[in-house]
């Protein structure tokens, strides 16, 4: 349906110009028109490409000369509208609940993220746009929107199911992860099919174990403005060759998402960053890049490539059917040195807290901040924590039962392990275990291949609000 309406030009009321506009089947109005009035707030000098269609620049929205209160023109505040209303909302939230509000807005601008967390709008179900998906995403994290992500399998029209496995097994490390469609679209939740259903499991059982890591990075955009979801450059500003990769992301500093982007397609071909990574779904499968490689991964429909670097330590749960559920399961931490350390070191954060308070701080005794450290040195491994606010976690019975090391130099049984500088005898239900892990790239050193050994500590019983210290020494080959 068309009708013809004039519309009163604000900043020059004694004219008027004709603007043609249709009604789509749901009432909403789509203009048309090649110019909404003829001011130079509507046709500016600088041009914008709206909706990729090189219309005007008030295209489906207010025209850019309406006057707001007080003689502020839509031309200044358009940008900040949505921002204001999220301070605002925020604000009532608080004050109605005394809770730390959730507030999810498409209308954001530079600092939003403080307020608002952000979904991208009107994504199609297509492999392009599950591509541009990612670098969406790392710009937000840039603007200061941290919590942000896609409409997962895209919101119109219907995604294949295939698009939907590649989808979820991105959208699953998303800062914000959600599957949404159009209401007229056809229905494309997870599990209408099964074997979308068995990615969104593998892929966000993986998300639910790394909720604690993904907390803290919470706390970390919260307190410093660093984004969640980032850019290979973030963490290596000197290798040059990831400057303007868009087809990977890192979570935070330590893991990196290598997903398939591309319509049939079983491997991905992955940029990695000099160091060494630690496959997060087969931790004795390892990558060691010297200078920086691709390296070409395989990626059957149900696997998505998730790679831990060296020197990290990840806080990590046991998932559960709920966010609720899974951040009361027992923590198990992940230790990563470089391929065959002999001398190395290791840390990583973990923030935790009552997360309905108004505000994630410290001070308040409802969280408890912890920094774990580790080093392998002379044979020696030594793992241990410096607890902040130790009432909260002691409270809530957080207990650390598994420890995993990668990237151990030597061969043969480790041995000798320490709890708070006690011996673990035999009578213990503690269990020191170690396997050889295997290259997926070939590293040589001189003639001779390093070996890497993988080693657990299972059966602890540490309290994730005391300070512990966990030691033990490795094995050499005789």
């Given at each position: 349906m068309k009708l013809q309406i004039f519309v009163r030009d604000c900043a020059k009321s004694q004219r008027t110009?004709?603007?043609?506009?249709?009604?789509?089947?749901?009432?909403?109005?789509?203009?048309?028109?090649?110019?909404?009035?003829?001011?130079?707030?509507?046709?500016?000098?600088?041009?914008?490409?709206?909706?990729?269609l090189q219309v005007p620049i008030g295209y489906k929205t207010i025209a850019t000369s309406a006057v707001h209160y007080n003689g502020v023109l839509e031309y200044d505040a358009h940008s900040i509208y949505g921002f204001s209303q999220a301070i605002a909302t925020h604000k009532a939230l608080q004050g109605l609940e005394g809770k730390r509000p959730f507030i999810l807005s498409r209308s954001t601008y530079v600092g939003s993220g403080k307020y608002a967390a952000h979904w991208t709008?009107?994504?199609?179900?297509?492999?392009?746009?599950?591509?541009?998906?990612?670098?969406?995403?790392?710009?937000?994290?840039?603007?200061?929107?941290?919590?942000?992500?896609?409409?997962?399998?895209?919101?119109?029209?219907?995604?294949?199911?295939?698009?939907?496995?590649?989808?979820?097994?991105?959208?699953?490390?998303?800062?914000?992860?959600?599957?949404?469609?159009?209401?007229?679209?056809?229905?494309?939740?997870?599990?209408?099919?099964?074997?979308?259903?068995?990615?969104?499991?593998?892929?966000?059982?993986?998300?639910?174990?790394?909720?604690?890591?993904?907390?803290?990075l919470n706390y970390e955009a919260h307190t410093t403005g660093a984004p969640i979801?980032?850019?290979?450059?973030?963490?290596?500003?000197?290798?040059?060759?990831?400057?303007?990769?868009?087809?990977?992301?890192?979570?935070?500093?330590?893991?990196?998402?290598?997903?398939?982007?591309?319509?049939?397609?079983?491997?991905?071909?992955?940029?990695?960053?000099p160091g060494s990574w630690y496959n997060m779904f087969d931790?004795?499968?390892?990558?060691?890049?010297?200078?920086?490689?691709?390296?070409?991964?395989?990626?059957?429909?149900?696997?998505?490539?998730?790679?831990?670097?060296?020197?990290?330590?990840?806080?990590?749960?046991?998932?559960?059917?709920?966010?609720?559920?899974?951040?009361m399961t027992p923590f198990t931490l992940l230790v990563s040195f470089p391929a065959g350390a002999t001398d190395g070191k290791?840390?990583?954060?973990?923030?935790?807290?009552?997360?309905?308070?108004?505000?994630?701080?410290?001070?308040?005794?409802?969280?408890?901040?912890?920094?774990?450290?580790?080093?392998?040195?002379?044979?020696t491994v030594k793992l241990w924590s410096e607890v902040q606010e130790s009432k909260f976690a002691l409270d809530k019975g957080w207990k650390i039962v598994k420890v995993t090391v990668l990237g151990l130099g030597g061969s043969g049984a480790p041995s000798s392990l320490e709890v708070d500088g006690k011996p673990v005898t035999g009578a213990s239900n503690i269990?020191?275990?170690?396997?050889?892990?295997?290259?997926?790239?070939?590293?040589?050193?001189?003639?001779?291949?390093k070996k890497i050994m993988m080693v657990e500590v299972d059966g602890l019983e540490i309290p994730v609000g005391k300070n512990f210290a966990v030691s033990w020494k490795m094995g050499v080959s005789g």
């Open positions: 110009s004709s603007v043609q506009v249709e009604l789509d089947q749901v009432g909403t109005v789509a203009w048309i028109a090649k110019n909404i009035t003829e001011t130079r707030w509507d046709d500016p000098p600088y041009k914008i490409n709206a909706s990729g709008g009107d994504n199609q179900g297509t492999w392009e746009d599950l591509k541009y998906s990612i670098s969406t995403m790392i710009n937000f994290g840039i603007f200061g929107v941290p919590m942000v992500g896609s409409d997962i399998c895209g919101f119109y029209p219907a995604p294949t199911e295939e698009l939907c496995n590649r989808w979820i097994e991105v959208g699953a490390f998303y800062p914000f992860s959600r599957d949404h469609a159009n209401y007229y679209s056809p229905r494309q939740e997870l599990y209408q099919w099964d074997s979308v259903a068995k990615s969104a499991r593998n892929a966000l059982g993986m998300r639910y174990k790394i909720l604690p890591y993904l907390y803290t979801a980032r850019p290979l450059f973030f963490s290596f500003p000197d290798y040059t060759e990831c400057y303007g990769l868009s087809t990977q992301f890192l979570l935070g500093s330590s893991l990196m998402i290598s997903p398939v982007l591309e319509q049939g397609k079983s491997q991905v071909k992955a940029l990695f960053p931790m004795t499968q390892s990558i060691t890049s010297e200078g920086g490689q691709y390296v070409t991964l395989d990626a059957p429909l149900h696997v998505v490539n998730v790679h831990l670097y060296q020197n990290s330590i990840l806080p990590m749960q046991q998932g559960g059917l709920i966010s609720k559920e899974a951040r290791a840390a990583g954060k973990l923030f935790l807290d009552d997360d309905e308070l108004q505000e994630m701080k410290l001070g308040s005794g409802s969280a408890t901040y912890v920094d774990f450290y580790a080093t392998v040195s002379e044979g269990e020191l275990s170690s396997l050889e892990q295997k290259y997926i790239t070939n590293l040589e050193v001189g003639d001779e291949k």
